[in-house]
């Protein structure tokens, strides 16, 4: 089977061709988070969808070579300007993590230092990767087997200062006045087709604010930053123009490059990475490799909104894998619900759009169970096996995934089984199609998601303290503190038994 994909280069669904069809392997490079703080959902949303195009792909027979970056320098502030204004994400965090610590804010399990940048990135990098692998992201499972397939720009340091040098040396970058190096954008004609930027725009300053000091200096607006020169800078390192940083984008063009080549087949990332991040990525690695490609599919995932507007980091109107966990929903409705709605849209999170994926997900586990433990007496059709294909081409149709759902349903539900699928009736018979189920579940990921991930995310020693508090307050005979505290776990999405072996508690789906 073919998969038809989207290419934002070159803004048409195209017939998806690998640079090595024999071998059937695909370069894939995922832009991965900054680590200043707890990835949102908005984040995973573009993670996820990057990591159903993954599993597609594996599903019709291709291996998936995937890496995916965690930034823990040089992202600033103002990098939608393209010219390292702004301070570094890496810094903000330590500030505050650093005041948090002060006031006594900070939970007393983070015990990680905040004058240190690179352990308060490690803080958060483990927290993504806890994360990625509860909502199911398959790169988790390689990256346990190879660290590289995850790098950290502060250990690629070397190959970005190879990369600055050689852009210097054929003439596609310069040092400007104030010591920094600059990208010279004329000198690639093909800047701004990505984007669809003219020069003319860029030079008219559309691509957001700018520091009139720094345009001045450059030989044209919209010439972007390769290395900064920077004493005061927390994170530095010597270069040949001085002790500084890297500019973001060169970090994932040298990672892209060492990790899997100078063209990678796909390369993916959230919609407002377009310009100017990859727009610059693909300047540098085309003009420092001598190729004309740097990728060649361009996969972007439209923004998640909340009350119709993006959900980020800066509007504070998001929410994170742990808020959402606490609150008692389960890292497969999650996952469900950041996935089905087309990458291409943009997709509004509600709560209720959460319950009704955790629906969804809970027939088809039912199902599932019914199907291990009874004896094909009656059934004689074979609806899930009939639906597999049908699901995979729509996947394979630009990951029609809606399509894809509705066939599943559809095919759900030419069973009944309103019995208590508890109670078997005998050895399965139903082996062909629950590996059928188990083939669409391949690329939904949401059926075999282990439950224990959402006992894992929850913070159980608060849980437990809670009990104990309770317990106590019980002793005491001060029953209205033990009933406000039995609410507080409520809230948390905890139900507790009060039993003759004492309290047991369970995570309640709201
Ligand atoms: P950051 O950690 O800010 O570098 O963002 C990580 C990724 O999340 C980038 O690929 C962004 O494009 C993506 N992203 C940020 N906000 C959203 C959102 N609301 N919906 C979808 N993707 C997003
Ligand atoms: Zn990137």
């Known amino acids: 089977m073919q998969l038809q994909l989207y290419n934002s280069l070159t803004r048409k669904t195209e017939v998806f061709v690998p640079i090595d069809p024999e071998q059937r ?33 594996e599903s019709i027979g291709y291996s998936v070579n995937q890496v995916m970056n965690i930034t ?34 900070l939970p007393k399990e983070t015990d990680v230092d905040p004058t240190d940048p690179l352990a308060v990135a490690e803080y958060y990098a483990s927290a993504f990767i806890d994360d990625s692998k509860a909502l199911g992201m398959k790169i988790v499972s390689d990256v346990e087997e190879n660290q590289d397939l995850m790098p950290r720009p502060t250990q690629y340091i070397s ?68 290395w900064k020169p920077d004493p005061n800078h927390l994170m530095r390192w010597e270069s040949p123009w001085g002790e500084g940083y890297p500019g973001w984008h060169i970090e994932c063009s040298s990672m892209a490059t060492v990790l899997l ?20 990525e693909i300047a540098q690695s085309c003009c420092a490799t001598g190729r004309d490609s740097f990728a060649n599919y361009w996969f972007h995932t439209r923004f998640l909104l909340v009350d119709g507007g993006k959900m980020s980091k800066s509007k504070g109107n998001f929410y994170t894998l742990r808020d959402l966990v606490s609150k008692g929903a389960t890292p497969a409705a999650i996952r469900l619900e950041l996935i089905r709605t087309h990458y291409r849209s943009n997709a509004n999170f509600t709560f209720q759009g959460l319950k009704d994926s955790q629906r969804q997900i809970d027939r088809w586990r039912r199902l599932a169970t019914w199907l291990c433990t009874h004896t094909d007496v009656k059934v004689n059709e074979t609806p899930l096996q009939d639906a597999l294909e049908r699901f995979i081409t729509s996947m394979c149709d630009d990951l029609n995934i809606a399509g894809a759902i509705g066939i599943l349903s559809e095919a759900v539900g030419l069973y009944s089984i309103d019995c208590n699928p508890d109670e078997g009736d005998g050895p399965s018979t139903f082996g062909d199609e629950l590996k059928a189920l188990h083939d669409m579940d391949a690329i939904l990921g949401v059926i075999e998601l282990e439950d224990e991930v959402c006992i894992k995310n929850l913070d159980v020693s608060k849980i437990e303290s ?4 309770r317990l106590d307050a019980r002793t005491n005979k001060e029953w209205a503190r033990a009933d406000e505290l039995r609410d507080e776990l409520c809230a948390l999405g905890i139900e507790i038994k009060d039993g003759p072996e004492g309290t047991s508690w369970s995570r309640v789906v709201q």
């Not at 600033?76 to 610590?101: H, I, N």
């Not at 990678?264 to 610059?280: K, L, Q």
């Open 25 to 57: 392997v695909v370069t894939f490079y995922s832009c991965g988070p900054t680590v200043y703080d707890f990835a949102h959902i908005g984040n995973f949303r573009a993670f996820l969808n990057a990591d159903v195009l993954r599993r597609t792909l």
């Open 159 to 226: 190959h970005m200062i190879e990369m600055v040098r050689l852009l210097i040396e054929k003439e596609h970058a310069y040092v400007a006045q104030d010591g920094a190096v600059y990208f010279d954008v004329q000198s690639f004609p093909a800047y701004g087709r990505l984007s669809g930027n003219t020069m003319e725009k860029l030079r008219s300053g559309e691509g957001g604010r700018v520091d009139m000091e720094t345009q001045k200096i450059k030989r044209n607006p919209a010439d972007f930053m390769l």
């Open 261 to 280: 080549g100078d063209v990678v087949d796909i390369h993916s990332g959230g919609e407002d990475n377009i310009f100017p991040h990859h727009e610059c």
């Open 72 to 105: 823990d320098v040089g992202h600033m502030t103002d990098d939608d300007v393209a010219d390292g204004g702004g301070e570094d994400k890496m810094e903000v965090a330590s500030t505050r993590l650093a005041e948090a610590k002060k006031s006594g804010t």
């Open 466 to 469: 809670l009990i104990e508090a």
